[in-house]
């Protein structure tokens, strides 16, 4: 159990770094949303993720850390923007998984990026370099997305087990 309140604390540090790193995005996207109302839906998704990094983080520090009392809508957050962070990295590992295994969709991109530049080729980079990059980028996302689906899973069952912080009887045992 040690072992894993550990695991926990470090995850939860580098979650709140990408949220920050993501918050910055949202507001782009937000921008982008008042252009084309279709992008809200991800501004909502990635907004969702970013409160539940902070919330979870919050729980962290102020309940299983310092054994303070939370307001029960802590609770609420937490497990609300948990699901949606359950959806979003579901999502993300699928659509990870389902372009690297077919090397067609890897050629349709580059072919796509080549036609929004023009004709216009960047000097020295090959399409094995924008391959590489491609999929170092998709790996990255989707460590990301194991971490946020254990650290989601493992914020759940602490939810649980710590509910007296936010005002709830213990458990009998």
Same mark, same amino acid.
């Given at each position: 159990?040690? =072992?894993?309140?550990?695991?926990? /604390?470090?995850?939860?540090?580098?979650?709140?770094?990408?949220?920050?790193?993501?918050? +910055?995005?949202?507001? +782009?996207?937000?921008?982008?949303?008042?252009?084309?109302?279709?992008?809200?839906?991800?501004?909502?998704?990635?907004?969702?993720?970013?409160?539940?990094?902070?919330?979870?983080?919050?729980?962290?520090?102020?309940?299983?850390? =310092?054994?303070? &009392?939370?307001?029960?809508?802590? @609770?609420?957050?937490? @497990?609300?923007?948990?699901?949606?962070?359950?959806?979003?990295?579901?999502?993300?590992?699928?659509?990870?998984?389902?372009?690297?295994?077919?090397?067609?969709?890897?050629?349709?991109?580059?072919?796509?990026?080549? &036609?929004?530049?023009?004709?216009?080729?960047?000097?020295?980079?090959?399409?094995?370099?924008?391959?590489?990059?491609?999929?170092?980028?998709?790996?990255?996302?989707?460590?990301?997305?194991?971490?946020?689906?254990?650290?989601?899973?493992?914020?759940? /069952?602490?939810?649980?087990?710590?509910?007296?912080?936010?005002?709830?009887? @213990?458990?009998?045992?």
């Amino acid at each position: 159990m040690k =072992n894993l309140l550990v695991y926990y /604390r470090v995850v939860s540090y580098v979650l709140i770094g990408i949220a920050v790193l993501f918050s +910055f995005f949202d507001l +782009f996207f937000l921008l982008m949303a008042l252009a084309q109302p279709s992008v809200f839906l991800v501004v909502f998704v990635v907004t969702s993720v970013i409160i539940y990094s902070f919330a979870s983080f919050s729980f962290l520090i102020r309940g299983i850390q =310092n054994g303070r &009392q939370s307001k029960p809508s802590a @609770k609420d957050w937490i @497990k609300v923007n948990a699901y949606v962070s359950i959806a979003f990295g579901a999502l993300s590992l699928v659509q990870g998984i389902a372009f690297l295994s077919d090397p067609g969709n890897m050629a349709m991109v580059i072919k796509q990026m080549y &036609q929004m530049q023009g004709q216009m080729k960047m000097a020295g980079v090959s399409d094995q370099d924008i391959r590489a990059t491609i999929k170092g980028m998709l790996y990255i996302y989707m460590g990301y997305s194991l971490l946020l689906l254990s650290h989601v899973y493992i914020t759940l /069952r602490y939810v649980k087990e710590y509910a007296h912080l936010f005002g709830e009887k @213990k458990p009998q045992e």
